[in-house]
Nanobody, 121 residues
Framework: EVQLVESGGGLVQPGGSLRLSCAAS?????VSWVRQAPGKGLEWVSS?????????SYKQSVKDRFTFSRDRASNILFLQMNDLRPEDTAMYYC????????????????RGQGTQVTVSS
């Protein structure tokens, strides 16, 4: 059973920073961060892919502000979020096996319980 446990969310002012953590029960090659704002569907934020080299990818609106990293020894994944904006407010989930459905909605087979990020002055 895959287990993912997120932490690190909170209330922060615009322009502030947070670092989210995800403790994963296994060493999957592909892990993603996704988020869900109130009244909206699941939205992909970033993925890390482990292979011969580690590759990361980001949603355009968070690129250059968010950094996804992994500590292989502890198997904890981090999402460093800088210059946070009110539109980043959402429940953030660490997730695996995410795919887009035929209606373009995002589904993930495995997700943690989430950690709330609120950006507000």
């Amino acid at each position: 059973e895959v287990q993912l446990v997120e932490s690190g969310g909170g209330l922060v002012q615009p322009g502030g920073s947070l670092r989210l953590s995800c403790a994963a029960s296994d060493q999957s090659d592909v892990v993603s961060w996704v988020r869900q704002a109130p009244g909206k569907g699941l939205e992909w934020v970033s993925s890390i892919v482990e292979g011969d080299s580690t590759r990361t990818s980001y949603k355009q609106s968070v690129k250059d502000r968010f950094t996804f990293s992994r500590d292989r020894a502890s198997n904890i994944l981090f999402l460093q979020m800088n210059d946070l904006r009110p539109e980043d407010t959402a429940m953030y989930y660490c997730a695996k096996e995410c795919t887009y459905n035929s209606d373009y909605t995002l589904s993930c087979r495995y997700r943690g319980q989430g950690t709330q990020v609120t950006v507000s002055s």
